[in-house]
């Protein structure tokens, strides 16, 4: 079936500092893949996506690509800020066509 | 504001009791998914309807059940309800759920606590 793992968290940066989140995943068929972000309080949103190998998603100086050598899709940023603090879920939707999320990957960036 | 509405955002019962939450999806989207966010178990797939019919089945408790009504509302009932089913449960929408490329729009959740 459908899985996807990231690493776990929380990931405390200071402002500005690089960030990665790791994520891998296994899927039937050909997956599409996502990052979604969650704020306190708030439902997940998305944050961008990729539907094909090699692809990059790109928001808000955020990217990730659609490695399908290494079934990964890991996130980065190059210059994290304090309101980047949150929770950041990696998905995929494959043969089975529902979003599978990972566990999520909390986010701290200090001033 | 995402435009799936979730109804209550936060509810406080007792173990043994039913408690039923509601979803509106996003205008226009005939799919709706439900999902138990846990601290140890992270975002988990319940129960998918698409225009009224039961589509796919996730870790679903014989204790919950679901439906969506003609108006493509969705509720989730959950009965017998136990210290451990206290989570964030999060109700999501999307328009084509035969494309993969496309994304879910998540309400912001209800809380559930069980005392």
């Known amino acids: 079936g459908d899985s996807v793992t990231q690493m776990e968290g929380p990931v405390t940066l200071s402002e500005e500092a690089f960030l990665t989140i790791n994520c891998t995943y296994t899927?039937?068929?050909?997956?599409?893949l996502f990052w979604y972000v969650q704020y306190p309080g708030e439902g997940l949103q998305l944050l961008l996506k990729?539907?094909?190998?090699?692809d990059k998603g790109s928001n808000k100086g955020f990217e990730a690509t659609y490695r399908k050598e290494t079934t990964s899709f890991h996130l980065e940023k190059g210059s994290v800020q304090v309101s980047d603090s949150a929770v950041y879920f990696c998905a995929l939707r494959g043969g089975s066509y529902i979003p599978t999320f990972g566990r999520g990957t909390s986010l701290i960036v200090h001033p | 504001d995402s435009g799936v509405t979730q109804t209550p955002k936060h509810l406080i019962t007792a173990t043994g009791q039913r408690v039923t939450l509601r979803c509106s999806p996003r205008?226009?989207?005939?799919?709706v998914y439900w999902y138990q966010q846990s601290l140890d178990q992270g975002l988990q797939f319940l129960i998918q309807?698409?225009?009224?019919?039961?589509?796919a089945k996730g870790n679903i408790l014989e204790r919950f059940s679901a439906q969506q009504f003609p108006d493509l509302h969705s509720e989730l009932n959950l009965s017998s309800l136990e210290l451990g089913d206290s989570a964030l449960y999060f109700c999501a929408s999307s328009a084509n759920p035969g494309q993969k490329n496309t994304e879910a729009f998540f309400g912001q959740g209800t809380r559930l606590t069980v005392v």
């Open positions: 899927a039937t068929g050909y997956p599409s």
């Open positions: 990729a539907t094909k190998a090699d």
């Open positions: 205008s226009g989207d005939l799919s």
């Open positions: 309807y698409y225009n009224g019919e039961e589509r």
